[in-house]
């Protein structure tokens, strides 16, 4: 045996578990068969133990986290808690105290996949989302003044530090540059309204392009890159924005790819630990129904994986998605693939090459 992970598992809430549950299996197919090892370290936090304990991630469990090679999370949200405080309380808190911030989001059409985008397919649509993850508006900067009387103020603030623009546009230069696809950057933002906050966006840009002159950059507002990945996705290789920005057009890349039942992604954190989800939620209606599609958890393996610097079994794992995708499952949506959850796990297993 080559090399030895170990690997952090957050089940979480609803069909979490049972996505995570058949992402292992995959990952423990592809590491046998690629020599390397995976110590899976299963850590009880959601929605669950909130209830019964008010304990979001307590400090002994994130010294724990720390101290992996990887985190591999299935789903974070309870019905019977109020939205916000296990988003806050696991999901931004993990972020921010790992310092993952890069939220990458591969945007790509596999074929077989249906897409909503007339006369597009999967040779239009395969780009990547370059997410700064731990600054603007989520830091949680503003705060009330006469809260509750007719004179309130909410205020709100998003902040950007000129280290956290930098290094996010510099790995943001770095994955166009080893893409090798068209090797073009493209810099998303709302530079005629924000002004303060994207002229430093702006000008670090500006000055790293010079750095990069194997890579092509250019720039559009939120609102047209929006038009324009619906429209033209073929003119996008990378696409670096801000965390409201990219928390948003994630979304609308999610959907041009075929929906949340593929849409994996990471929360980076280069000289770090970082973790990897499926974007969608817990879907708790599919609780215990055997129903969720996994493949965006098994593809969020695969991504780590290829974090991890094994890109043998990393590239196992999605062309075996590929070929489930192709000649086995009816559709994507959960009660609709013509496969149990289960199942899916156990081609994407058997396909491994």
């Not at 080559?2 to 089940?11: L, N, R």
């Not at 370290?41 to 010294?63: A, H, K, N, Q």
Request: proline residues 5%; glycine residues 10%; contains cysteine.
């Amino acid at each position: 045996m080559s090399k030895s992970y170990s690997i952090a598992v957050i089940p979480g809430d609803g069909t979490g578990p049972e996505v995570i549950r058949e992402g292992k299996k995959v990952l423990a197919a592809a590491a046998s068969l690629h020599d390397f090892a995976l110590d899976f370290i299963e850590f009880d936090l959601g929605g669950e133990r909130y209830m019964r304990t008010g304990e979001t991630l307590p400090p002994s469990v994130l010294e724990e986290l720390k101290k992996v090679d990887a985190i591999y999370l299935g789903a974070i949200g309870h019905p019977g808690v109020a939205p916000g405080i296990l988003e806050q309380g696991i999901l931004l808190k993990l972020r921010f105290e790992l310092d993952q911030y890069v939220n990458l989001r591969p945007v790509k059409l596999y074929p077989g996949v249906e897409t909503p985008l007339k006369d597009k397919g999967p040779e239009h649509i395969d780009f990547l989302v370059v997410r700064e993850n731990t600054e603007g508006f989520y830091v949680g900067a503003g705060g009330f003044f006469k809260k509750g009387t007719p004179d309130e103020v909410a205020v709100q603030e998003s902040i950007s530090t000129h280290k956290g623009v930098e290094r996010l546009l510099r790995y943001a230069f770095e994955a166009a540059r080893a893409r090798g696809k068209n090797r073009k950057l493209t810099l998303c933002g709302k530079t005629n309204v924000l002004t303060y906050a994207w002229d430093l966006w702006r000008r670090v840009f500006s000055r790293l392009s010079r750095e990069y002159p194997d890579v092509a950059t250019d720039y559009a507002h939120v609102d047209a890159i929006c038009m324009w990945m619906v429209k033209n996705p073929e003119w996008f290789d990378v696409i670096a924005t801000d965390n409201m920005f990219g928390d948003i057009i994630t979304d609308l890349g999610a959907m041009i790819q075929g929906g949340m039942g593929i849409a994996a992604g990471a929360n980076i954190n280069p000289q770090g630990v970082s973790m990897f989800e499926p974007i969608g939620g817990s879907a708790p209606k599919y609780t215990g129904a055997d129903a969720i599609n996994p493949l965006a958890c098994i593809l969020a393996g695969s991504l780590m994986l290829e974090t991890l610097g094994e890109t043998l079994g990393a590239k196992s794992i999605e062309q075996s998605v590929v070929h489930v995708i192709a000649h086995h499952l009816k559709r994507l949506e959960a009660g609709r693939m013509g496969h149990t959850t289960t199942q899916v796990g156990d081609l994407t297993a058997k396909y491994l090459v």
